[in-house]
């Protein structure tokens, strides 16, 4: 857990405070994204926790000790620590790299050199391979993972991330933000994390805290943030689209019709056109014996029809699994031009749908609740 | 960067055109009967050479004894401002002709090996404390940051960080500074510091080509031998990551 009280800090000859009294806990085990434009404080914040800034004023505690108690150099040590520019000493092997602080603190050579080689496997880099190279002789996304693994090396609880992915492609970015947040879902460090990118900041916080001009202007959650910017400032850095961008916090679970009514081939259209009146719908689901979506029946031709379902359904031109988001979920949508989807589960059994009107409400419900 | 690869090309192009005058003067020499009479002073030449490689390790020595803290205390954080000013008074130092430090040398500690190796010293310091200098400044600050936020002390930032990856640009200071120590050593005659000037010098006053070429011969050789071991030097104590030899 790290925690700011009423921290400041002024630099010598500057007008106006860097950061001005802000105050704000990152719970333990969670991402906490500072955000904000250049020059809004958010990196000084970080580097005041591992004390390469001193604050001003202010009190900074990691598990409720006063970072003030702790030699600056001792205290760096126990928190690890990731740049934009990587930073990767390229006189050492990727090895000796990774060892750095295990080294400083003076683990034992195999149990350090072990560890190396268990980290570079868990981000699928082949320790065979890449134990003996320099920094050079890999590429940029790579090195990145490096500079990543260097900074758990030693298991520090707490992480202090200063755009760590900010110099890399966007496709290369992607996976490794998802490789970063698949680790962090077993290993659970506390992390501050800076960024200026607002979609970066909603995949990757649990919290993200805005600045401005040196003050924490909101600390919330990512949807609470993009579903109730506090002011115009907010509002303005999160985009006039942040409405879409909830989109991709939210899963289809969340806006899924759950338990829905279904038919299977060996029912008569009668049937499928009275379970449809009497939930107000227009089309329904027909599912195989194990209950697998194999396609659909609509009002229309169930009424005008007769016959059994198996003979008069229509292929679905596409479902959607239940665990994606609902970026996903309108994007497909749009693609196919419909205005619902059947869910399915990995095994493909049908588990719901969701509609365009659906994930509306959905996100309305969170600024009528505002 | 540049200026490495500057003094690289430069120094391949003198050792060659080096090579090619030798081979020319060598085989001239034989014709005219030159060479023979070389041999008859084989004594002095060991003896003398003997004088000149110590000549050269002890003010290059001493010069790399100074001029790398010299350099690396140049750029710690105390005494960083003064690192502009000190290598602005290198600078005009080695504008004044070694000659003339010789000479002035001489006019301080009187004549002897003393005011030769002091001269020499002199002469052979700037590049090296210029390199050193220039070397740690060049290392990015992310490196640093970086290793600050690991929790490094600033020993260890030096040591593991600054000056591995200065190295290479240390030592090609190292290697010119050699090169001018190597090829001023000859003048110390001038001021009775002996060396092979002495064979050279008393050669051309004597119009003795064969006692000349004594001196003149092994200083060459001399020459290319030291920069040859620095070069190897260079090629295999720096690591494969910093080395752009390797």
New interface residues.
């Given amino acids: 857990m790290i925690r700011l009280e009423d921290v400041t800090k002024v630099f010598p000859g500057a007008a106006q405070p860097a950061v001005d009294h802000v105050t704000m806990e990152v719970p333990a085990g969670e991402i906490c994204v500072l955000l904000g434009p250049s020059g809004c404080g958010k990196t000084t914040t970080m580097k005041m926790v ?1 004390r ?1 800034i001193e604050p001003s004023s202010g009190k900074i505690y990691i598990d409720d000790k006063d970072t003030n108690d702790y030699d600056p ?7 690890g ?1 990731v ?1 934009q ?9 990727i090895e000796d790299n990774i060892c ?2 295990p080294d ?1 603190l003076g683990w034992d050579r195999s149990k350090s050199r072990g560890r190396a080689a268990e980290l570079l496997e868990m981000v699928a880099l082949d320790p065979k391979i890449f134990l003996k190279r ?3 002789e890999l590429s940029g996304g790579q090195q990145q993972r490096i500079g990543v693994l ?2 758990i090396a030693a298991d520090p609880p707490v992480l ?1 991330m200063d755009e760590p992915f900010g110099a890399i492609d966007p496709i290369n970015r992607a996976i490794i933000q998802d490789e970063f947040l698949k680790m962090q879902a077993t290993m659970k460090k506390t992390i501050m994390f800076v960024s200026h990118d607002i979609d970066e900041a909603v995949k990757m916080a649990d919290r993200i805290a805005i600045f401005s001009e040196g003050r924490l202007v909101q600390y919330d959650t990512p949807d609470n943030i993009l579903a109730h910017p506090k002011n115009r400032f907010v509002s303005d850095f999160v985009g006039s689209d942040r409405t879409l961008k909830r989109l991709q916090l939210l899963k289809v679970t969340d806006a899924m019709m759950h338990d829905p009514p279904s038919v299977r081939a060996e029912d008569t259209l009668a049937t499928a056109a009275a379970l449809m009146e009497e939930n107000g719908h227009t089309s329904i689901i027909m599912v195989g014996p194990a209950g697998r979506v194999r396609g659909y029946v609509d009002l229309k031709t169930a009424k005008s029809t007769k016959g059994k379902v198996g003979e008069n359904h229509e292929t679905l031109p596409t479902t959607i699994n239940v665990t994606e988001d609902l970026r996903t979920a309108v994007s497909t949508m749009f693609r196919h031009d419909v205005a619902w989807l059947a869910c399915v589960d990995n095994d493909r059994i049908f588990k719901g749908y969701v509609t365009l009107r659906g994930i509306t409400h959905l996100l309305g419900e969170a600024h009528r609740d505002g | 960067m540049a200026d490495q690869i500057a003094i690289g090309g430069f120094s391949r192009l003198w050792r060659n055109g080096l090579l090619v005058l030798i081979f020319a003067l060598g085989a001239w020499a034989w014709a005219s009967g030159l060479l023979p009479t070389m041999f008859d002073l084989w004594d002095d030449i060991v003896f003398l050479t003997r004088q000149h490689i110590m000549l050269v390790a002890i003010s290059g020595g001493l010069a790399i004894l100074v001029g790398i803290p010299l350099g690396v205390a140049l750029t710690r954080r105390r005494l960083r401002r003064y690192g502009d000013i000190v290598l602005q008074v290198l600078n005009i130092g080695a504008t004044i002709p070694t000659l003339a430090v010789l000479a002035l040398s001489m006019s301080l500690l009187g004549i002897g090996d003393k005011p030769a190796i002091f001269g020499l010293f002199v002469v052979t310091l700037l590049p090296i404390v210029s390199n050193t200098l220039a070397g740690i400044r060049a290392v990015p600050p992310y490196l640093i940051e970086a290793a600050q936020g690991m929790g490094m002390s600033p020993w260890q930032i030096l040591w593991k960080v600054e000056l591995p990856n200065a190295m290479f640009v240390i030592y090609a200071g190292i290697r010119t500074a050699l090169a001018i120590n190597v090829g001023t050593v000859p003048l110390a005659f001038l001021i009775g510091g002996g060396g092979l000037g002495e064979l050279i010098f008393s050669g051309i006053a004597l119009n003795e080509f064969g006692m000349m070429l004594a001196g003149a011969i092994p200083t060459a050789l001399l020459a290319i031998l030291v920069d040859f071991l620095m070069s190897q030097m260079q090629l295999w104590t720096i690591p494969r990551g910093v080395n752009p030899l390797r």
């Fill in positions: 591992n390469l150099v001792q205290l760096r040590r126990t928190l620590y740049i520019q990587i930073g990767l000493f390229p006189n050492k092997t750095i602080v400083i320099y920094p050079k260097r900074a202090l």
